[in-house]
């Protein structure tokens, strides 16, 4: 895989910098596995003082986006992504650091495969949990990815 934690946090800072501000940070990325990181702060908190949930679904997301992102660039096809649907749950306040994995890689390489061969768009759902610095989940993230190739 291509993709480095410096070039996709760059990235994020030019063309995502909401995510960039908020302490979204890409800590490691292989070609199963993204681990994204976000401190709770004064800038992506919520009255609660926990982190607000979209700041969460940034980092969550990023997980999940930049396997998808990575994969693709490896196929050397012209495939389009986007996200079609997504679903959360919060379990505890998320304060402290918040650590978010997705180890879902295999299953990008089996969509893209078939948009390859059958030239229609296909759908992966990849998970992403968020974890404090206790090792308690504080949230799961669900994200329905939509890749089609280009003509």
Same mark, same amino acid.
């Given at each position: 895989?291509?993709?480095?934690?410096?070039?996709?946090?760059?990235?994020?800072?030019? #063309?995502?910098?909401?995510?960039?501000?908020?302490?979204? /940070?890409? #800590?490691?990325?292989?070609? &199963?596995?993204?681990?994204?990181?976000? &401190?709770?702060?004064?800038?992506?908190?919520?009255?609660?003082?926990?982190?607000?949930?979209?700041?969460?679904?940034?980092?969550?997301?990023?997980? &999940?986006?930049?396997?998808?992102?990575?994969?693709?660039?490896?196929?050397?096809?012209?495939? $389009?992504?986007?996200?079609?649907?997504?679903?959360?749950?919060? $379990?505890?306040?998320?304060?402290?650091?918040?650590?978010?994995?997705?180890?879902?890689?295999? #299953?990008?390489?089996?969509?893209?495969?078939?948009?390859? /061969?059958?030239?229609?768009?296909? &759908?992966?759902?990849?998970?992403?949990?968020?974890?404090?610095?206790?090792?308690?989940?504080?949230?799961?993230?669900?994200?329905?990815?939509?890749?089609?190739?280009?003509?």
């Amino acid at each position: 895989m291509m993709l480095t934690p410096f070039k996709i946090n760059l990235f994020n800072l030019l #063309k995502l910098p909401a995510a960039y501000f908020t302490g979204v /940070r890409v #800590k490691a990325i292989n070609d &199963t596995s993204c681990t994204v990181a976000v &401190t709770y702060k004064w800038i992506n908190q919520n009255p609660f003082k926990s982190m607000f949930w979209a700041v969460q679904g940034m980092a969550a997301e990023l997980t &999940t986006g930049a396997l998808v992102l990575g994969k693709i660039k490896d196929s050397g096809h012209n495939i $389009s992504m986007l996200v079609a649907n997504n679903n959360a749950s919060f $379990s505890k306040k998320a304060v402290g650091q918040i650590t978010f994995n997705c180890n879902e890689g295999h #299953k990008i390489d089996q969509a893209i495969d078939d948009a390859i /061969r059958t030239k229609e768009g296909q &759908t992966v759902w990849l998970n992403s949990k968020g974890v404090n610095t206790q090792g308690i989940q504080v949230s799961d993230f669900n994200f329905q990815w939509t890749i089609k190739l280009k003509s």
